[in-house]
């Protein structure tokens, strides 16, 4: 199994420039999870789809937006980028709340310039 | 809210040392507790956990035990190799219908030969 997959790996933009983060998994769960992580900030959640057709904001929103297209895929969007969004973006999926484990994609390297 | 503290790294061990990461947790509803490991360049993947109290979580040598009436849920090895130099993380993943796992900030381990 691929399990949770992301594209891209680097990504380099330029301020006000806008790109979209891809996710998709094909372990059939039902949430997904877009979090950032920075040094010494551990993982912060952006945004959630607890399931398909829904989402909600984590801990830092400002300046991302999502669409959960379907079952499988779930997508990060900048719309203007700053410096502040230079980060590692790490995607998750768990099939359920509780017992469950979150499975995580390699990440997305995003260097704003 | 929910939160999980973990003891702040790095910790740096010569190979074959005693390893304890302390983790601590917020005991609102009926958590699962999760270790963690993210390995240079990858993604979170689970190292071991336990769904309820006083379950005993192990893998690879590494173990953890559910403490309720500590709230707590260390991370122990007895004997640590150079491959286990990673970063760790401590995690709640709620249960009753809450869908947003909380880890802690992660926990740097260097293990020297």
């Known amino acids: 199994n691929a399990g949770v997959t992301q594209t891209p790996k680097f990504q380099v933009l330029k301020t006000g420039q806008s790109m979209t983060l891809q996710c998709a998994q094909d372990?059939?769960?039902?949430?997904m999870y877009w979090y950032r992580q920075d040094p010494g900030m551990g993982l912060r959640l952006i945004y959630y789809s607890a399931s398909e057709g829904t989402t909600d904001k984590g801990e830092v929103p400002n300046g991302y937006n999502v669409s959960r297209l379907n079952k499988r895929e779930f997508s990060l969007r900048l719309e203007s980028a700053a410096p502040s969004q230079t980060s590692v973006y790490f995607c998750?999926?768990?099939?359920?709340?509780?017992?469950?484990?979150?499975?995580f994609g390699q990440g997305t390297r995003l260097t704003v310039v | 809210g929910n939160s999980v503290t973990q003891m702040e790294g790095p910790v740096t061990l010569s190979e074959e040392a005693f390893l304890t990461i302390n983790c601590t947790y917020t005991?609102?509803?009926?958590?699962?507790l999760f270790w963690y490991v993210q390995y240079p360049g990858e993604g979170l993947q689970l190292l071991l956990k336990a769904t309820k109290a006083d379950d005993k979580g192990s893998n690879k040598g590494f173990e953890a035990t559910y403490r309720k009436e500590t709230t707590s849920f260390h991370l122990e090895k007895g004997s640590v190799q150079v491959s286990d130099s990673a970063v760790y993380f401590c995690a709640r993943h709620p249960g009753g219908g809450s869908y947003i796992p909380t880890f802690g900030r992660g926990t740097s381990l260097i293990v020297h030969p």
């Open positions: 998750a999926s768990i099939q359920a709340s509780g017992g469950t484990e979150a499975f």
């Open positions: 372990m059939n769960h039902n949430s």
């Open positions: 005991a609102t509803g009926y958590p699962s």
